[in-house]
């Protein structure tokens, strides 16, 4: 036992430090202040007159506030006249003595508040067994066991005046060593923490159920187990991820969506991973049983009419209404790939969405709630990321209700192997969110947790953590074999009764239901899955899950991309409208002074209508959409002000740091714009931006990374969901991507957004990837991205060195009536040669154009063409061939910046071909490539270099020997020929 400091000679002292802090708080150190503060729910409560009467309670003056002057100068003269003896017949040393105990006491019951968890009952498999901790053990401040039964004043702590010290160790076991655990005192806000103390220690962290909730716990678990269970029996060992030992936490959600509705929820999106999510899809979503027998059999989800790819049954979503005492409240469930978390802020930026829609400034009305594995969330740092955005503007979203199921285990791997920490949930602290542990073999206590967790949520706009501390029963999936690795826990499993059974043989023994009424309950349940399974052979989906909702209206894109039109013009007052907010500083505000610069350049720009640059061919877009009616949300890293100071949509007050955004201010009535400096992250922040997108099919939502690059951190969310998204599971997106891009020297970290990963990822008409060289058309594809009637995502690939070029410019015209986006941007330049006398045609995209263009002027050359293919994909077949064949008797080149295996090379390479195959008599077979050789650096990190290779591939491929070309993969090339 260790030796507590509230002994010896340390006693006194101490007992008298806190007689004065009673009487003036002010009157001791601070560190003393917050120690004493610390023992109380409200230290003002205690302080009052302690020497007019005895120590029983109802002896003592209850104040709260500030003490009366003139009863506190009458107590201390009375305090003074009785010094050295006792009040009420107590010597001055009893009373030192009581207080003494009292301090000891509260002391105790606060280590029971910050360390109860851990000797909680929370492991159902009884595996972990919890080693007693000095601070929770009575002895360590002093106490013996004759003191068991001594009363103790303890001030309405813990609802008692005074109690015994038996009593109080037993109020504090139950209240935070039973079943739930709470973590709760690393809150720093006073509120939030004095909630929770409140709110566990009024109930003992329990509560009392009627005979009606109490069967239906009952009938939720038994229709989650017996779900499973006929799986197995029907689909024996095929993969389910199914939820036996998590069993509770179908009658946690249940308690969520009913206590939620109560509170003013009307509407929740969840995310998960694939463990229980057939469960959930059925029990919660209500998903038809005989849909997903449908599935198991083979059948497809949708109407077989409907394009797509599909996926795995249990990666699907669904979404349903439900009605919880006549309040309705629709659900929904985000489609999830096997990156287990990545899923999470995808759900967030739904949320976000929606109640932006719902005009729910408190956050109150749309939750997220996530299902977590215990190893998932302790090891995939989107999870803290996620955390992270919590409570920032732009991205807050009122709070999120987080379940770990904790099957205490990932995969094969053991706790100990898998986080640092004593729980997974530890990571939850760093936004000082309330966690929850609970025993998921106690589901009064799981629902108990539930219930709670949203009350909070609903109060604080917070998050909140319920860890419910379960097991897997079958393994990680019904046909592994989990004793491989884990011997003992699994020969404990095969052994136990199960969630269900355990709480069944609890109701039957209080009598709150009969032993035959229990097993009726799964007996029907069964016959009815039964029913439904035979139902499942003729059951056909009649509609897709889709475009319903904000996506009516809206259709699946069909047909060539060529084709497809869209007016993506302006009517020139309108422009001019939009052009005067942008450049006219706002009354009384402290501009800055390049800022005014460059305003007043924007004036003389709508002015003659010459010289657009990048920033404000995009700042016209975004503001004439806005008039139309569409919001614009732009998230990144500085995208207020833009990473190369190029954009400026916020203006800020050099005297005051007042913000002033000039696209809110061109028309009443307009759509609002809403741009967010994010945290530095990529993966949940364009997760985020990417769910938002899902959720607003009507407004314009953009993420920016601040270099190209950057989209490296964020690949899974391109790989799993944008790319594929409606594919999978029938989810449009149009979202757009700024990948800053081009080589200008700044090494290889700073030069490629790696075109050549996206450019691998597109196939089906999936997105759309740009390269765009002009400002007028960057204008026209983020309009088309609204105008059209169908939604895809739009990766752009945006200059860094040509936001300033002086030919990178367009006339106003080129924005206004009959202006369009161009997929190619053919030859201008009238001073060329005939068409028929063109020797060289160079094909290119983006930036290196204007270092082409920069060398035909200077050398004077007028027999090569400059073609700009502005679209990459959908691959623009028929244009190309248009324009190609303009030029039969021309050398066809490829010219790149990139190296030959990244950027465009091999994507291009065989479609090109296949275009010159089309056109007859075409002197070119097949186009040359002119670029960097191939390299495992995107850039070299010398700028000596990076010049000496830019100025030859553009001496190259204007004006030198195509036959002396090296061969850009040149080790391949000389294994094919060893093969012939």
Known sequence: MEASFLTGANAIFIAELYERWLDDPSSVDQSWQAFFAELHDDPELIRGDRHGGSWAPEGRAKVIGAVDPEEAAAAAAKKKKEAGKGTGGVSTEEVRARTLDSI???MLIRAYRVRGHLMANL??????QPAPHPELDYKTYGFTEKDLDREIFIDNVL?????KLRVILDVVQQTYCGPVGVE????????????IQRRMESSRSHADFSDLGRKTILERLTAAEGFEKFLQVKYTGTKRFGLEGGESIIPAIEQVLKRGSQLGVEEVVFGMAHRGRLNVLTSILQKPYQALFSEFQGNPAN??????????????????DREFDGKKVHLSLQANPSHLEVVDPVVLGKVRAKQQQLADADRKKVLAVLLHGDAAFAGQGIVAECFGLSQLKGYRTGGTIHFIINNQIGFTTAPQYSRSGTYSSDIAKMVQAPILHVNGDDPEAVVFAARVAMEYRQEFAADVVVDMICYRRHGHNESDEPAFTQPLMYKNIGGRKTTRDVYADKLVSENVVSADEAAAMADDFNARLEQDFQAANAYKPNKADWLEGKWKGLMQATGEEEYRTEATDVEMDVLKEVGKALSTPPEGFDVNRKILRQMKQKAEMFESGEGIDWATGEALAFGTLMVEGAPIRLSGQDAGRGTFS??????VDQSSEETYVPLNH??????????IDSPLSEVSVLGFDYGYSLQEPNGLTLWEGQFGDFANGAQVIFDQFISSGESKWLRMSGLVVLLPHGYEGQGPEHSSARPERFLQMCAEDNMQVCNITTPANYFHALRRQIRRNFRKPLIVFTPKSL??????????????????FRRVMPEFDESLVADDKIKRVVLCSGKVYYDLLQYRLDNKVDDVAIIRVEQLYPWPKETLVAQLSRYKNAEVVWCQEEPANMGYWQFVDRRLEFALEEIDGHAAKRATYVGRKASASPATGLFKNHVAEQTWLVETAMAGDLGKVPVPFQRITQLSKIGQ
């Open 104 to 106: 000891r006491a509260l």
């Open 123 to 128: 492991d159902p498999l009884g595996l972990i």
């Open 159 to 163: 609802g008692l005046e005074t109690a």
């Open 184 to 195: 709760f005192m690393h809150i720093q806000d006073p509120d939030q923490k004095a909630w």
């Open 303 to 320: 109407p077989e009419d409907v394009q797509g790819s599909g996926d795995v049954k249990y990666h699907l979503g669904t979404s349903a």
């Open 646 to 651: 190029q954009r400026h949509s916020v203006l």
């Open 666 to 675: 061109i028309r009443e009535g307009q759509a609002k714009y809403e741009v």
């Open 803 to 820: 936001l300033r070029h002086k030919l990178a410019v367009s006339k106003l015209e080129d924005f206004g009536p009959g202006s369009r």
